[in-house]
Every structure is written in C-alpha cells, then in structure tokens.
C-alpha cells in the first residue's frame, strides 16, 4: 500500500485553484519530490498530506488512513518539517528536542535517548546545551529536521529543506538525508533546487498552476523532455548572435534564444560546437554541459517569472 495516494486531490481557496486534481502516489521506502514555480500548488499539497489542511475536493490517503477522519492518528506517525524554521529559539538545542517529543507521549527516558541520536546524526551533538538563537541557519536547519524525527515517523515531510543555506550546509543535509532514505526512512520533499531533486528524489512530480506537469524519476525525465547534452553560446556582438540563431537550423534538436544567450539541446554537444564553426558561427563562449533537471523544468514551467 502507498504510504500517501492521492486521486482527484484538489484545494481551492475562495475562487482559486491551488491544487486543481492532481493524483500521486508515495511508496514505501522512497523519496519522492514536489516540484514546481511558486505558487505551482506545492505546498498546497504538502499541507493537506501533513493534515494540517483540509482538501476541496477528490481523495486523499496518508498511511492508509482519510486525514479527514483520522488526522490525529496520521500526525502522530509524521514528521514534518515546514519550510519556516518555528524552533523554540529562546531554549537549547536538546531541550527543543525533549519538549517536542512530549508532545507524543514519549518517555523522557526514551526522548532523551534518541535526541542524543539525532544531535550525533546531525552534527550537532556538541551544540546540545547551547541556546538556538546564535546558531547558523544550517544549524537550525538539521535541527529542524532532526525534531521532525524525534517520534520515529513512518513518513517525512520536508518543505524545501534548504532553502537559505550556504552550499555546505546544503551538503551537509543532502548527505544525512541520504542516510536517512538508505535507513529506508519515506520521505516527501519540496525543492526550488533541481540539483537537490536530481540528487535525492526517486521519483517526483513537476506541479505548474495546480496541475501535474510531468511524473517519473530524474533521468527518465530528462531522457523524455530533454537531450543528453546542452550547449549554451554567448556572443560579445549582437550581431553574432543573430547570426548564430540563423544558421542553428538543422543541427540541434532545439533551439531557445535568450536575451543574453543561445541554448542548444542537442545529442552531441562537442559535433554540434564544430558544426557552427564550419558554418562561420563566432561565438564569445561555447558551454557544452549535460542536460539537467533543470533544463525539463524549464521546458515544462516556461523561464518567465509568474
């Protein structure tokens, strides 16, 4: 049985459709990624699976159970980390963890055993009787997470977890989630960093104006909507540039013109690079890299801001 199953799930806000019938599955074990622009649904959705949000409409299944019904019995077996940090910043790092912890019932025996676990897991172990306030943001933030798993839930919800974080921290967590899916811990995640996804997700759903965009794991992804590598050119002369975008036709499979670039996809990046040299293209830069996540969501969402 999937942990979450989702079918026709809608969320309306007055005359908005955030969430307009979208239908997903989460299977046990995997991670699986929310992804999409801002204001996409994302976290529309996030809140509903969380039971922190009622559904408008279709049907919803978090561990088997209609979060209608049995929100308490499904909250109770989640951990959830929102996309704001609400740590209680005027305690310790420890004492966040045993407080929340009351919160299921535990013994304090037992909180205080596996807070330990977590602040070692986390790196974070020497921080413990330090106030939350004067930490770093990746501090807080593996802090966040570690709380979220102080109950040992059968699903983790984290709504874009690194967001903020400077590139080590962002690794930092990356590896300890990854650890974490390897311990067969089920994660659902919302990410604006394609990388993060690309690294991370099993499977995940692109979401653009409520609605599914597209379904599978990365690389099936960029095998449908993309090519195996990009070419990006740059050009010092404007000239250049609309000479290159006359004389692309025939050797790439498509073809974007930016205001500042010309994006090539194509199976070969180096052969296609040769090829405009032998047709007299000048060109300032000639990136030739391998297409990405990022490249599929920009196909499917559009590069304009919304």
Same mark, same amino acid.
């Given at each position: 049985?999937?942990?979450?199953?989702?079918?026709?799930?809608?969320?309306?806000?007055? $005359?908005? %459709?955030?969430?307009?019938?979208?239908?997903?599955?989460?299977?046990?074990?995997? &991670?699986?990624? =929310?992804?999409?622009?801002?204001?996409?649904?994302?976290?529309?959705?996030?809140?509903?699976?969380?039971?922190? !949000?009622?559904?408008?409409?279709?049907?919803?299944?978090?561990?088997? /159970?209609?979060? +209608? *019904?049995?929100? @308490?019995?499904?909250?109770?077996?989640?951990? !959830? %980390?929102?996309?704001?940090?609400?740590?209680?910043?005027? /305690? @310790?790092?420890?004492?966040?963890?045993?407080?929340?912890?009351?919160?299921?019932?535990?013994?304090?025996?037992?909180?205080?055993?596996?807070?330990?676990? #977590?602040?070692?897991?986390?790196?974070?172990?020497?921080?413990?009787?330090?106030?939350v306030d004067p930490l770093s943001g990746g501090m807080k933030r593996r802090l966040a997470v570690a709380r979220g798993l102080i109950n040992e839930p059968e699903l983790l919800l984290l709504d874009e977890p690194t967001t903020g974080l400077d590139p080590q921290a962002?690794?930092?967590?990356?590896?300890? #989630?990854?650890?974490?899916?390897?311990?067969?811990? *089920?994660?659902?995640?919302?990410?604006?960093?394609?990388?993060?996804?690309?690294?991370?997700?099993?499977?995940?759903?692109?979401?653009? +104006?409520?609605?599914?965009?597209?379904?599978?794991?990365?690389?099936?992804?960029?095998?449908?909507?993309? &090519?195996?590598?990009? %070419?990006?050119?740059?050009?010092?002369?404007?000239?250049?540039?609309?000479?290159?975008?006359?004389?692309?036709?025939?050797?790439?499979?498509?073809?974007?013109?930016?205001?500042?670039?010309?994006?090539?996809? *194509?199976?070969?990046?180096?052969?296609?690079?040769?090829? #405009?040299?032998?047709?007299?293209?000048?060109?300032? @830069?000639? =990136?030739?890299?391998? @297409? &990405?996540?990022? $490249?599929?969501?920009?196909?499917?969402?559009?590069?304009? #801001?919304?």
């Amino acid at each position: 049985m999937p942990l979450v199953e989702a079918t026709g799930l809608t969320k309306r806000f007055d $005359d908005v %459709v955030a969430v307009d019938a979208i239908d997903l599955a989460v299977e046990a074990g995997e &991670t699986f990624g =929310l992804l999409g622009p801002n204001g996409a649904g994302k976290s529309s959705t996030m809140r509903m699976v969380a039971c922190t !949000s009622p559904r408008s409409g279709g049907d919803l299944r978090v561990l088997g /159970l209609d979060p +209608e *019904t049995h929100g @308490s019995e499904i909250r109770a077996r989640l951990g !959830s %980390v929102p996309q704001e940090d609400n740590l209680d910043f005027e /305690l @310790s790092v420890l004492d966040n963890l045993m407080i929340y912890g009351r919160y299921f019932g535990l013994p304090r025996a037992v909180i205080r055993e596996r807070a330990e676990e #977590l602040l070692h897991f986390f790196q974070l172990a020497d921080r413990a009787h330090d106030k939350v306030d004067p930490l770093s943001g990746g501090m807080k933030r593996r802090l966040a997470v570690a709380r979220g798993l102080i109950n040992e839930p059968e699903l983790l919800l984290l709504d874009e977890p690194t967001t903020g974080l400077d590139p080590q921290a962002r690794h930092l967590l990356w590896e300890r #989630l990854y650890q974490l899916k390897r311990q067969g811990v *089920t994660i659902v995640l919302t990410s604006h960093y394609m990388d993060e996804a690309e690294q991370l997700c099993d499977r995940l759903v692109i979401i653009d +104006e409520g609605r599914i965009a597209a379904e599978g794991s990365p690389r099936d992804l960029i095998r449908r909507y993309s &090519t195996r590598e990009v %070419v990006e050119l740059r050009f010092l002369d404007p000239a250049d540039h609309q000479h290159a975008y006359e004389r692309v036709d025939g050797i790439v499979d498509r073809v974007e013109r930016l205001t500042d670039r010309i994006v090539l996809y *194509t199976a070969d990046g180096d052969a296609t690079v040769h090829a #405009l040299a032998h047709r007299g293209v000048n060109t300032e @830069s000639a =990136l030739v890299r391998r @297409s &990405t996540l990022e $490249d599929v969501f920009l196909v499917l969402t559009g590069r304009a #801001l919304e």
